[in-house]
């Protein structure tokens, strides 16, 4: 793959069924309009449709009665579009900020959303207003950013009630007409809220949000808010962190969350699981192991004996079925329906059929179908094609102080030797799947070997695995990952070893810069968007109130020892520092105080920053600057891992 084949990838998701058909959206960046296309489609085991024609449609919801989807048109805020199909939905919604939730109450015609309100004078409400000439924000909550967002307490996000009904000859819903039907804004919880539901029956509507309004301290605690009384009701759960949850009946939901433990700050390492709440009794049971079963952050659905969900398991995240009377059901129990490198994105079942999207290693996209009253394997029904030169990546499995460490190593085509690149995911309580990674296959085009692996504190394993981090956030992790490079390096003779070098983004770029600070034989280093101050993060970062704290503690030697920024004296490694200039998780400033470290200590160093860019470049930044991303990766590996003289076949291959 090179920088320039961006725009051939694709990205399946939202699956639904429909009869016979799946419905899926299908995104894709477009470098000549530098934004995103997407548009639904009706795929069966012989046969492709395209049922929508806007610039941006996604996120299908079928229905009997009623169906509807997410329309945005070109570099517009997205909006409500229901009918009694796909195909015949229209437009229900004008919000100013746009619509970015619903649900579809199909007996009761009610759709109910989640849009972003503006106060008075903000954001573009009044013309007269431009964003500089706006009133000042007074702050008082420990939380007011947002990545990708910016301020989120001048417009939060509020729940809405809208009735359906067909238009007929009326101007609702007509193309270039301004007339939608009326919406009615919900009493909420003072705070965002998330996840709109109904119960199956309707007398139910509900939205997740924080238990308590934040009053200038951090907590992480949420729950289920009953909407449509005169205020808002909070369902009486454990102390835990909701994300998603699902209405079996009018008093049983089923939610997807991380337990707190200790406290309401207690996330680090948290294996989020499966919940049923009764709320007749009031009880909520465990339905996982909370130690060795990470439940993935997408909906379950009901179907007969049981759930199905995605569990997250070592470079994979798989299709599950799921006992309803299970508990504490651990990872060595479950019934698994999909296998151990299908990375699963979403899902759709009934009690018979299941549809699902997800990546392989071969494929960047697929769409799967799978019988659930037979053990039949899965029936792909389109893999999306993987860009020229692509390689399946080998799968390493290297012993470790804290256990067997999963990594992987792919080389180019042709022959050796080749420039090895270590790369380091973010999080740290993230993995590497064994998904087609655009960035290994760049690299890997390109003539470098690529190794990485989920060292300690990475998910996909254990909670004991991910807490190994807390308190020392480099020393086993890096420990991991240069042991998978070792051994990659002593198994592998077309793996040269004198051209190393060693990047990654977010934690990965803290634990690149970590790594050079105590390593010297990599020749060049790449640190993206790194956590790279601790101290300045706690008040510049969109969750640098509690992350610093329960990562690094709040001794200030503690976090000195774990400080790349402190380190920075100890680097010789040359070194480019890209950051983008909206990244409000990892703010530009650890950046700028990492690239002028650098400077102080004489690194041969450079900073490159993406304007108008946030933390989430790599994976859904324009599309031109994801290009100029890949160009300016290659440029630094090729002044720094390749010379005239090196250049040998790998690379001309």
């Not at 989807?69 to 100013?96: C, M, P, V």
């Not at 909550?141 to 417009?155: C, E, F, H, V």
């Not at 399946?392 to 085509?413: C, F, N, S």
């Not at 720094?640 to 040998?648: Q, V």
Request: aromatic share 6%.
């Amino acid at each position: 793959m090179n920088p320039e084949d961006l725009d051939t990838l694709a990205e399946y998701s939202t699956p639904k069924l429909r009869g016979d058909e799946a419905v899926i959206s299908i995104r894709r960046p477009d470098l000549e309009s530098n934004s995103y296309l997407s548009q639904l489609f009706a795929l069966g085991s012989d046969r492709s449709r395209r049922l929508t024609h806007a610039w941006h449609d996604s996120d299908p919801q079928i229905h009997p009665n009623w169906s509807g989807f997410l329309r945005a048109e070109r570099k517009a805020a997205a909006q409500l579009y229901i009918g009694s199909t796909l195909e015949t939905a229209h437009q229900i919604t004008d919000n100013h900020l746009g619509v970015s939730e619903f649900a579809i109450d199909d007996a009761g015609a009610r759709a109910l959303y989640v849009a972003r309100v503006a106060e008075p004078g903000r954001y573009g409400l009044d013309d007269d207003v431009p964003a500089a000439e706006e009133a000042p924000r007074r702050i008082t909550t420990s939380a007011y950013l947002s990545n990708g967002l910016g301020y989120t307490d001048d417009r939060p996000a509020r729940a809405f009630l809208v009735d359906l009904a067909e238009p007929g000859l009326g101007k609702v819903g007509l193309r270039a007409a301004s007339e939608v039907p009326l919406s009615t804004l919900l009493s909420t919880p003072d705070c965002d809220v998330h996840d709109p539901q109904f119960s199956p029956a309707g007398t139910r509507a509900s939205v997740v949000a924080v238990l308590h309004p934040d009053r200038g301290r951090p907590d992480l605690r949420s729950t289920v808010w009953l909407l449509g009384g005169d205020t808002a009701e909070p369902l009486d759960l454990p102390s835990m962190d909701v994300s998603r949850h699902l209405w079996l009946d009018e008093d049983t939901v089923v939610l997807v969350g991380n337990a707190l433990t200790r406290d309401e700050l207690d996330f680090v390492g948290q294996m989020p699981g499966l919940f049923v709440h009764d709320l007749r009794t009031g009880s909520a049971r465990r339905l996982t192991d909370p130690e060795t079963v990470a439940v993935a952050a997408l909906r379950p659905r009901a179907v007969e004996g049981g759930l199905i969900a995605v569990v997250d398991t070592d470079g994979a995240s798989r299709l599950a079925r799921i006992d309803l009377q299970a508990e504490g059901l651990g990872i060595d129990e479950i019934d698994f329906l999909s296998d151990a490198t299908t990375v699963v994105s979403g899902f759709d079942a009934d009690d018979e059929t299941l549809v699902f999207t997800g990546s392989t290693p071969s494929s960047p996209a697929v769409l799967g179908r799978l019988d659930l009253k037979t053990d039949d394997a899965p029936l792909m029904l389109r893999q999306h094609p993987a860009p020229a030169n692509s390689v399946v990546p080998e799968v390493l499995r290297v012993p470790g102080d804290g256990g067997t460490i999963t990594g992987w190593l792919a080389k180019p085509r042709g022959q050796g030797p080749y420039p090895v690149i270590v790369n380091i995911h973010g999080g740290p309580f993230s993995q590497y799947t064994h998904s087609w990674f655009d960035e290994t296959q760049v690299l890997t085009s390109a003539g470098f070997a690529v190794v990485y692996s989920n060292p300690r504190g990475s998910g996909g394993r254990t909670r004991s695995w991910g807490t190994a981090v807390q308190a020392d956030m480099a020393g086993p992790a890096m420990a991991d990952v240069l042991a998978v490079l070792d051994h990659a390096l002593e198994n592998d003779p077309a793996l040269d070893a004198d051209r190393l070098g060693v990047q990654g983004g977010s934690y990965g770029g803290y634990l690149t810069a970590m790594t050079i600070a105590a390593d010297d034989r990599f020749r060049g280093a790449i640190v993206e968007r790194g956590y790279l101050d601790p101290d300045s993060f706690v008040g510049t970062s969109d969750i640098g109130r509690f992350f610093t704290e329960e990562y690094t503690s709040r001794n200030p030697q503690a976090i000195a020892r774990q400080s790349p920024l402190a380190h920075a004296d100890q680097v010789g490694t040359p070194t480019l520092v890209m950051h983008s200039e909206l990244d409000f998780r990892c703010p530009l400033e650890q950046a700028q105080q990492y690239y002028a470290a650098l400077q102080r200590a004489g690194v041969d160093t450079e900073m490159l920053i993406f304007p108008g860019e946030n933390h989430e470049l790599s994976r859904a930044g324009q599309p031109r600057h994801r290009r100029q991303r890949f160009e300016a990766i290659l440029d630094w590996w090729d002044r720094h891992l390749t010379s005239a003289d090196d250049a040998g076949s790998a690379a001309a291959d």
